[in-house]
Nanobody, 117 residues
Framework: QVQLVESGGGLVQPGGSLRLSCEAS????????MAWYRQAPGNQRELVAS???????YYPDSVKGRFTISRDNAKNAVYLQMESLKPEDTAVYYC???????????WGQGTQVTVSS
């Protein structure tokens, strides 16, 4: 069983920055994909950024150029650097890890990000 612990959320003004962290523990397999999702009240959970173990990344247009995902394989950690934050970025942000060889998905408990003046 993989445990994911997120940190780094909080309240920030529009245009500000935040860095989210997620550390995984308990994995017996390798962490193939790590990703960040978010869910705002009344909305479906949506993908924010993903990174595979080779370093390839993906961003939807809504965050491209503002968010940067990175990972530290030695620490089993993934990070999300968020710049130029907008009120519409307000949501609970969740970390996801997909392990090999069975492609099992695990979720963190979420961390609140609020962008407001």
């Amino acid at each position: 069983q993989v445990q994911l612990v997120e940190s780094g959320g909080g309240l920030v003004q529009p245009g500000g920055s935040l860095r989210l962290s997620c550390e995984a523990s308990g994995s017996r397999g390798s962490l193939y994909l790590m990703a960040w999702y978010r869910q705002a009240p009344g909305n479906q959970r949506e993908l924010v950024a993903s990174i595979v173990n080779t370093g390839n990344t993906y961003y939807p247009d809504s965050v491209k150029g503002r968010f940067t995902i990175s990972r530290d394989n030695a620490k089993n950690a993934v990070y999300l650097q968020m710049e130029s934050l907008k009120p519409e970025d307000t949501a609970v942000y969740y970390c996801l890890a997909e392990t090999l060889p069975y492609h099992m998905n695990y979720w963190g408990q979420g961390t609140q990000v609020t962008v407001s003046s």
